[in-house]
């Protein structure tokens, strides 16, 4: 089981996992009943139904793909809750249709201190985009793209 003493590791956790695509170690960083929201407004609740969502794409579309994730901020709630923030850039590989690109999603994750350590209990990905197009778009991109 993976172990995350702080919850500013979440994020690095969260990348390890995708990148070696170690669904067990992916499925480890939640709880039991945790909810995960992907980029697209797939929601989903429980870590069987988390693992069914990406154990198929990461046989498949992301079988070559990479996250690089950065915390932005973090929020403790309590002693046990925190709210965290993190830019995650995906690069995905010549196993996706699009063929190798990059895409930046922003997540929100709630995460709880068990005694094993931080869990995600809740997690939503968004999709940064041009709200002017709808095309997707990379965090330094100029800010006139961005409004």
Do not use: C
Request: charged share 20%; aromatic share 8%; glycine share 4%.
């Amino acid at each position: 089981m993976t172990n995350v003493s702080q919850p500013e590791d979440i994020p690095e956790a969260f990348q390890t996992a995708w990148n070696v695509h170690d669904m067990q170690a992916f499925g480890n960083l939640f709880t039991e009943d945790a909810t995960f929201v992907n980029r697209f407004g797939h929601y989903v609740r429980g870590i069987n139904e988390i693992l069914a969502l990406h154990t198929p794409i990461h046989e498949t579309i992301y079988q070559d793909s990479m996250l690089s994730n950065q915390l932005i901020d973090i929020d403790h709630i309590s002693d046990d809750v925190a709210i965290i923030h993190f830019w995650s850039r995906l690069s995905a590989g010549e196993a996706h249709p699009s063929g190798p690109h990059e895409l930046d999603t922003l997540i929100l994750a709630v995460l709880k201190k068990y005694h094993a350590g931080w869990r995600i209990r809740a997690l939503e990905n968004v999709t940064l985009t041009n709200p002017r197009t709808g095309e997707t778009i990379l965090r330094d991109t100029p800010s006139e793209n961005r409004h």
